[in-house]
């Protein structure tokens, strides 16, 4: 653990998660993944769509970014999310102290209607890492919570999930999160509503489902984007 003092709290909570037992065969330097669900008042809609495409087009430029989607939620759309995946928490920390992103943040803050809600995770299950979504591409991204006591075995369900799942889906992982061992972020891209339909509709899905329901802390919380890049 002294390898550990003194790092960003955020880097304390991947490197956590990295060395975790929990994740037995998983890389010894698994990329960094970060999800982070963002809220804006109805009006500012169109300003925080601009200003996320920006911050993602200067992103995918900076060293280590493998990654980097923003996201804008069909039901709601002054709900928004960003999916970024860095070569490691070092080079994650390194953008977050970038002059262009405090900058991205200062005009988002007067925006928001909730807390800019960034989640630094790490890959349990992750596809090919550079891989995006086509234009008109369906992403679902999927917040599990489970209780302590059952964070091992749903970690066994959810890999399983995905490995099934990338059989159908155009992108099908499972990040954990570094400060919450038992939350979860199951990221999906389906080519269309109809295809995704009949993929949870699916007798292994209800299974999984099912077998889940007892280990939830908190409500299945799985919501539909639409990229702002390829819309």
């Known amino acids: 653990m002294n390898a550990l003092r003194g790092l960003p709290f955020a880097t304390m909570s991947l490197a ?10 998983a890389p010894a330097n698994p990329p960094a993944v970060v999800v982070t669900y963002i809220e804006v008042a109805s009006s500012a809609e169109p300003e925080t769509a601009n200003l996320l495409r ?26 928004f999310a960003i999916l970024e995946a860095w070569t490691d928490a070092r080079a994650f920390e390194s953008h977050a102290a970038t002059a262009g992103f405090k900058a991205f943040r200062d005009k988002l803050k007067p925006l928001q209607i909730g807390p800019y809600d960034e ?17 008109g591409a369906l992403y679902v991204v999927t917040h599990v919570d489970v209780t302590g006591n059952f964070k091992d075995e749903t970690i066994v369900m959810l890999q399983k999930l995905a490995d099934d799942g990338r059989k159908v889906a155009g992108r099908f992982e499972v990040w954990q ?36 329901g007892p280990k939830n802390g908190a409500l299945y919380d799985d919501r539909r984007y639409i990229n702002l890049e390829t819309k």
């Open 119 to 135: 989640r630094p995770s790490v890959a349990l299950s992750l596809g090919s890492v550079g891989a995006t979504g086509s234009a």
């Open 177 to 212: 999160q570094g400060n919450r061992a038992n939350h979860f972020t199951v990221n999906e891209i389906w080519r269309s509503e109809a295809a995704l339909d009949e993929h949870i509709s699916s007798a292994p899905i209800r299974a999984f489902r099912e077998a889940l």
């Open 16 to 25: 956590a998660v990295m060395f975790s037992p929990a994740l037995g065969q």
């Open 54 to 79: 920006q911050i993602a087009a200067a992103s995918r430029n900076e060293a280590g970014n493998l990654r980097y989607e923003v996201l804008q939620q069909i039901e709601r759309t002054d709900h």
